[in-house]
């Protein structure tokens, strides 16, 4: 069955550096798409950054530059480091996966494995 489970949420403030990661079950990072999404409280799930099948990274323009995106197709784990980190950052992240052979964008519609998401808090 397939799994995904994220770590690394933290309270921290506005600078700092916080880096989570995803451990993904039945779901072979390297021939799948992968990305990670945030909600804030009142507000719709938003791509941050996603990576296709062939470790081909975007980005949220609101993160370039202090994000990225990164696989480790052996653990088969994916992270995200998250750098410069502002209060605008605080929300909910979730990493996904998807099936798809087809080309990923930072929409959601085609990612259809979730984690169940951890809290990132950022304080000025």
């Known amino acids: 069955q397939e799994q995904l489970v994220e770590s690394g949420g933290d309270s921290v403030q506005a600078g700092g550096s916080l880096r989570l990661s995803c451990v993904v079950s039945g779901i072979p990072v390297l021939n799948n798409h992968i990305g990670w999404f945030r909600r804030a409280p009142g507000k719709g799930r938003e791509g941050v950054a996603v990576m296709d099948y062939g470790g081909r990274p975007q980005y949220v323009d609101s993160v370039k530059g202090r994000f990225t995106i990164s696989r480790d197709t052996v653990k088969n784990t994916f992270s995200l480091q998250m750098n410069n980190l502002k209060p605008e950052d605080t929300a909910m992240y979730y990493c996904?996966?998807?099936?798809?052979?087809?080309?990923?964008?930072?929409?959601?519609?085609?990612?259809?494995?979730w984690g169940q998401g951890t809290q990132v808090t950022v304080s000025s």
């Open positions: 996904a996966a998807s099936r798809s052979r087809r080309g990923v964008t930072l929409s959601e519609t085609s990612f259809g494995y």
